[in-house]
């Protein structure tokens, strides 16, 4: 068997017989303590997340080449949250077209925006947690403009309530304002918000 961590080839690992995810932790615990691995690849074929779910618990064949790269922690969370941070940027003007939308009458086309855009929040709020994870801290405990983000995040859960209850309620007049005067703004805070702590992450990381 052939294992190549970030294209350097590495002594055979004692896993004959083994399955992919006890050669991975294996790799991990030995060459890549303080790193991520985040590409997997079994005989020049990389592996996507439905693939390694279903190659993980399998044994690897002697003659297999498996390819491992890995990512620097610090830099896959501002990574992550600068491109956050871009999506929120994106996200604003949006709301606009959707209240222009729900004015006009054309509900159905509206809804189908709506969702997209509570999917970026739901999305900020799992990322928020998973970046934390890697770092070994709660970013929300952070602050932005004086406040800690999990305060923000507050702000963020009660405009939602009130989002989700005129959905409830079939209320486009309220859906409209919420879209045209309250979210905006909020995506706005959020890209920089974001900005702001990737870039802490990143100053941090790099002893500035």
Request: with cysteine.
């Amino acid at each position: 068997m052939i294992v190549t961590l970030d294209g350097q080839r590495l002594d055979e690992p004692h896993t004959a017989d083994g399955t992919l995810q006890e050669l991975v932790d294996h790799v991990r615990d030995s060459h890549a303590r303080e790193r991520l691995i985040v590409s997997v690849s079994v005989n020049g074929t990389r592996l996507g997340d439905a693939e390694l779910d279903a190659h993980l618990p399998q044994a690897i064949p002697g003659d297999a080449q498996v390819d491992l790269e890995t990512g620097d922690r610090i830099v896959l969370v501002r990574d992550a949250l600068r491109g956050l941070a871009a999506e929120f940027d994106e996200a604003t003007g949006r709301h606009a077209e959707v209240a222009d939308r729900l004015a006009a009458g054309e509900i159905e086309s509206a809804m189908r925006d709506v969702a997209g855009l509570l999917e970026v929040w739901q999305t900020c709020q799992r990322a928020l947690a998973q970046c934390g994870g890697l770092l070994g801290e709660d970013l929300t405990q952070r602050t932005y403009d004086g406040r800690p983000v999990n305060a923000h995040l507050e702000d963020v859960i009660g405009r939602l309530g009130e989002l989700r209850q005129a959905l409830q309620d079939n209320d486009a007049v309220l859906l409209g304002d919420l879209f045209r005067y309250e979210l905006p703004p909020l995506c706005e805070t959020w890209g920089r918000l974001l900005a702001s702590v990737a870039e802490e992450v990143g100053a941090e990381a790099s002893g500035a």
